[in-house]
């Protein structure tokens, strides 16, 4: 048996180093693919993550929840501390 | 007074409190959130502001927080306003800000849409600078309060309380908030100018520039220092429309204008009525 050129050999090595850059940017391609897939909302009932205290929804009332309880300060007693603003 | 500084403001707690703790939580906070650190992770997602990332439990924790703000207040407190900050001229730490320079041009502030939050996963859709300084430090004074168990917290006009507490307001008032968070939102602390313009830090989304509001202070007292700072905010950029939103949303609000004439909502009313604030 022929033994292969040195041309043959380098066509081998560059048709193998097609289909490895081939696997590898399909396998990218797909993991990106269900990455956005996964981020998308409509994928999914709520767009909030799991880890976070949040209330994940829209209805503001829930958010707000009311005000908290104020009333009069004595006349005679100094602030304890300033709500000022930043 | 018991305190330190931090978030660049005094953060004060009651006498004989703890401050270890809290010292170490506000300055944990302040390296991951803030756009003045160079090494902060909110810069890291900043410095590849379109597509995906992976951010750290934490930090997925406050965007959501930030995103829920926005939602709740039809986009009026959003995370998506770094850009427009970035462009009015707001592009370091506050101390270090040259008090003029060349005019600004308004940047349009993208719609918090284009963020989408699924675990630690972030996909913007278009390119977004984020600031979350609209709740990193409502929140962490809330966080701040749990941590003490019982008492007070008070970070540059962010107030959360478990006991009566006297405080002094815009204008020179006193109320007494009985429990859970007071917040005030102003335009006349940070502020600097371009192109001779007055700038502020409380962005109008609509505009892209500093907010026109014809308030200068709002405040706002709700169940948590966080929501009270969000609706503070909202309730400024709202502008005449502020209290009745307030009321809408059964919380009490007390509006400062540019002239120091005082306006409140309803429910502030009922709470404190008039004359009776020392």
Redesign the interface.
């Known amino acids: 048996m022929a033994t292969p050129s040195r041309m043959q050999l380098a066509r081998r090595r560059l048709k193998v180093a097609r289909y490895s850059i081939g696997a590898v940017a399909l396998s990218a391609f797909a993991a990106?693919g269900l990455?956005?897939r996964?981020?998308?909302?409509a994928t999914?009932s709520t767009?909030?993550?799991?880890?976070?205290?949040?209330?994940?929804?829209?209805d503001?009332?829930t958010?707000?929840?009311?005000?908290?309880?104020?009333?009069?300060?004595?006349?005679t007693?100094?602030?304890?501390?300033?709500?000022?603003?930043? | 007074m018991n305190g330190f500084r931090s978030m660049?403001?005094d953060v004060?707690l009651?006498d004989g409190a703890p401050l270890d703790g809290v010292h170490a939580l506000f300055d944990a906070r302040d390296r991951r959130f803030s756009r003045f650190h160079d090494s902060s992770e909110l810069n890291s997602v900043n410095a590849n502001p379109r597509g995906?990332a992976l951010v750290s439990?934490e930090f997925?924790?406050?965007?959501?927080?930030a995103?829920?703000?926005a939602?709740?207040?039809g986009g009026l407190v959003t995370p998506a306003v770094g850009g427009a900050l970035i462009a009015a001229g707001y592009d370091r730490d506050f101390p270090r800000l040259p008090l003029d320079g060349v005019a600004v041009e308004p940047a349009r502030v993208p719609f918090f849409q284009s963020l989408?939050?699924?675990?630690?996963?972030?996909?913007r859709t278009e390119p977004v600078i984020l600031d979350l300084n609209g709740v990193v430090?409502g929140q962490t004074v809330d966080d701040a309060l749990e941590l003490l168990g019982h008492g007070?917290v008070?970070a540059?006009?962010?107030?959360a309380t478990t006991v009566p507490?006297?405080?002094?307001?815009?204008g020179g008032d006193?109320?007494?908030?009985?429990?859970?968070?007071?917040?005030?939102?102003?335009v006349?602390?940070?502020a600097w100018r371009r192109g001779g313009v007055r700038q502020h830090h409380l962005i109008d989304p609509e505009t892209g520039l500093p907010s026109c509001s014809p308030w200068s202070?709002v405040?706002v007292?709700?169940?948590?220092c966080y929501?009270?700072d969000v609706?503070a905010k909202a309730a400024l950029l709202l502008g005449r429309a502020g209290p009745s939103w307030l009321d809408r949303?059964?919380?009490?609000g007390r509006f400062v204008d540019h002239d120091g004439r005082v306006t409140v909502s309803e429910?502030?009313l009922q709470?404190?009525?008039a004359g009776?604030?020392?």
């Open positions: 990106f990455v956005v996964d981020a998308h909302p999914h767009a909030t993550t799991a880890v976070a205290p949040s209330t994940t929804n829209n503001s009332s958010f707000f929840g009311g005000s908290a309880s104020i009333s009069p300060a004595p006349q007693v100094a602030p304890q501390t300033q709500s000022s603003g930043s | 660049g403001c004060l009651p995906a439990e997925a924790s406050m965007l959501s927080l995103l829920d703000a939602r709740a207040t989408t939050l699924r675990g630690v996963a972030l996909l430090k007070w008070s540059g006009g962010d107030i507490l006297v405080v002094g307001l815009p006193t109320i007494t908030l009985e429990r859970g968070g007071l917040a005030t939102s102003s006349t602390k940070r202070e405040t007292a709700a169940q948590s929501v009270a609706a949303r059964r919380l009490a429910r502030w709470a404190v009525p009776q604030a020392a």
